[in-house]
Protein backbone atom coordinates (compact mmCIF):
# COMPACT_ATOMS: atom_id res chain seq x y z
CA UNK A 1 0.00 0.00 0.00
CA UNK A 2 2.85 2.53 1.04
CA UNK A 3 4.47 1.52 -2.52
CA UNK A 4 1.66 1.97 -4.04
CA UNK A 5 0.82 5.53 -2.90
CA UNK A 6 4.58 6.17 -3.00
CA UNK A 7 4.28 5.79 -7.07
CA UNK A 8 1.25 7.97 -7.49
CA UNK A 9 3.01 11.16 -5.59
CA UNK A 10 5.74 10.22 -7.83
CA UNK A 11 3.99 10.17 -10.78
CA UNK A 12 1.62 13.17 -9.97
CA UNK A 13 4.79 14.97 -8.65
CA UNK A 14 6.37 14.14 -12.11
CA UNK A 15 3.33 15.53 -14.08
CA UNK A 16 3.67 18.52 -12.56
CA UNK A 17 6.85 18.95 -13.19
CA UNK A 18 6.40 17.98 -16.88
CA UNK A 19 3.22 20.74 -16.77
CA UNK A 20 5.55 23.61 -15.37
CA UNK A 21 7.93 22.78 -18.44
CA UNK A 22 5.45 22.67 -20.58
CA UNK A 23 4.25 26.18 -19.48
CA UNK A 24 7.90 27.91 -19.72
CA UNK A 25 8.55 26.58 -22.90
CA UNK A 26 5.00 27.71 -24.63
CA UNK A 27 6.40 31.55 -23.95
CA UNK A 28 10.01 30.61 -24.68
CA UNK A 29 9.08 29.01 -27.89
CA UNK A 30 7.20 32.05 -30.11
CA UNK A 31 10.03 33.92 -29.14
CA UNK A 32 12.92 31.36 -30.42
CA UNK A 33 11.09 30.68 -33.11
CA UNK A 34 10.75 34.75 -34.62
CA UNK A 35 14.34 35.15 -33.75
CA UNK A 36 14.98 31.78 -35.68
CA UNK A 37 13.10 33.11 -38.71
CA UNK A 38 14.83 36.57 -38.62
CA UNK A 39 18.24 34.86 -38.52
CA UNK A 40 17.78 32.56 -40.82
CA UNK A 41 15.89 35.10 -43.43
CA UNK A 42 18.38 37.93 -42.90
CA UNK A 43 20.78 39.62 -45.73
CA UNK A 44 23.85 37.31 -46.24
CA UNK A 45 26.96 38.59 -45.03
CA UNK A 46 30.50 37.78 -46.12
CA UNK A 47 32.05 35.20 -44.27
CA UNK A 48 35.14 35.63 -42.42
CA UNK A 49 37.52 33.46 -41.37
CA UNK A 50 37.79 32.94 -37.23
CA UNK A 51 40.07 30.69 -35.41
CA UNK A 52 36.79 27.99 -34.46
CA UNK A 53 35.78 28.04 -38.37
CA UNK A 54 35.76 24.63 -40.17
CA UNK A 55 34.44 23.34 -43.45
CA UNK A 56 30.80 22.92 -42.56
CA UNK A 57 29.93 25.03 -39.68
CA UNK A 58 27.00 26.06 -41.16
CA UNK A 59 25.44 22.25 -41.13
CA UNK A 60 26.34 22.18 -37.62
CA UNK A 61 25.01 25.43 -36.71
CA UNK A 62 21.28 24.42 -38.51
CA UNK A 63 21.43 20.88 -36.68
CA UNK A 64 21.94 22.70 -33.48
CA UNK A 65 19.57 25.33 -33.69
CA UNK A 66 16.64 22.90 -35.27
CA UNK A 67 17.35 20.93 -32.29
CA UNK A 68 16.80 23.49 -29.69
CA UNK A 69 13.08 24.15 -32.05
CA UNK A 70 12.66 20.67 -31.75
CA UNK A 71 12.76 20.89 -27.89
CA UNK A 72 11.10 24.30 -27.35
CA UNK A 73 8.36 22.76 -29.49
CA UNK A 74 7.56 19.06 -28.23
CA UNK A 75 8.15 20.77 -24.78
CA UNK A 76 5.98 23.31 -25.35
CA UNK A 77 3.32 20.23 -27.20
CA UNK A 78 3.85 17.18 -25.33
CA UNK A 79 0.54 15.51 -26.45
CA UNK A 80 1.46 16.28 -30.08
CA UNK A 81 1.88 13.43 -32.44
CA UNK A 82 4.97 12.64 -33.78
CA UNK A 83 3.92 12.72 -37.43
CA UNK A 84 2.43 16.67 -36.80
CA UNK A 85 5.27 17.38 -35.43
CA UNK A 86 7.71 16.27 -37.96
CA UNK A 87 5.58 17.66 -40.43
CA UNK A 88 5.15 21.33 -38.95
CA UNK A 89 9.42 21.28 -38.37
CA UNK A 90 9.80 19.62 -42.11
CA UNK A 91 7.72 22.64 -43.51
CA UNK A 92 9.21 24.95 -41.79
CA UNK A 93 12.90 23.93 -43.02
CA UNK A 94 11.52 23.55 -46.56
CA UNK A 95 10.02 27.14 -46.20
CA UNK A 96 13.06 28.92 -44.69
CA UNK A 97 14.88 27.72 -47.70
CA UNK A 98 12.93 28.40 -50.65
CA UNK A 99 12.42 31.59 -48.80
CA UNK A 100 16.46 32.14 -48.65
CA UNK A 101 16.87 31.86 -52.63
CA UNK A 102 13.79 33.47 -53.34
CA UNK A 103 14.56 36.94 -51.60
CA UNK A 104 17.86 37.53 -53.01
CA UNK A 105 19.36 38.45 -50.01
CA UNK A 106 23.05 36.42 -50.37
CA UNK A 107 21.64 33.61 -48.84
CA UNK A 108 20.69 30.39 -51.23
CA UNK A 109 18.75 27.08 -50.94
CA UNK A 110 20.87 24.09 -49.64
CA UNK A 111 19.39 20.62 -49.31
CA UNK A 112 22.14 19.47 -46.54
CA UNK A 113 20.52 22.29 -44.82
CA UNK A 114 17.25 20.91 -44.52
CA UNK A 115 18.69 17.54 -43.62
CA UNK A 116 20.53 19.09 -40.93
CA UNK A 117 17.08 20.63 -40.11
CA UNK A 118 15.95 18.11 -40.07
CA UNK A 119 18.19 15.49 -38.13
CA UNK A 120 18.40 18.11 -35.48
CA UNK A 121 14.89 18.34 -35.13
CA UNK A 122 14.93 14.59 -34.45
CA UNK A 123 17.75 15.05 -31.55
CA UNK A 124 15.35 17.61 -29.87
CA UNK A 125 12.39 15.07 -29.85
CA UNK A 126 14.76 12.43 -28.96
CA UNK A 127 15.99 14.31 -25.99
CA UNK A 128 12.82 15.41 -24.71
CA UNK A 129 10.67 11.75 -24.66
CA UNK A 130 14.07 10.20 -23.76
CA UNK A 131 15.91 12.30 -20.88
CA UNK A 132 13.65 14.72 -20.13
CA UNK A 133 11.29 12.58 -17.82
CA UNK A 134 14.27 10.98 -16.40
CA UNK A 135 14.96 13.99 -14.45
CA UNK A 136 11.56 14.89 -13.67
Known amino acids: MVQITL ?3 LLKNTRQSLD ?3 KITSKILP ?13 GEENREYWFMFSGIDKVLHLSI ?6 FLISA ?14 IYA ?10 GLGR ?10 AIGCLIGYYIYKRIVPRFF
Open 7 to 9: NCF
Open 20 to 22: KIS
Open 31 to 43: IYWAFLTYMLLKP
Open 66 to 71: FAALGF
Open 77 to 90: FPKIKFSYFFQIIL
Open 94 to 103: FLTEILQEEM
Open 108 to 117: SMETLDIVAD
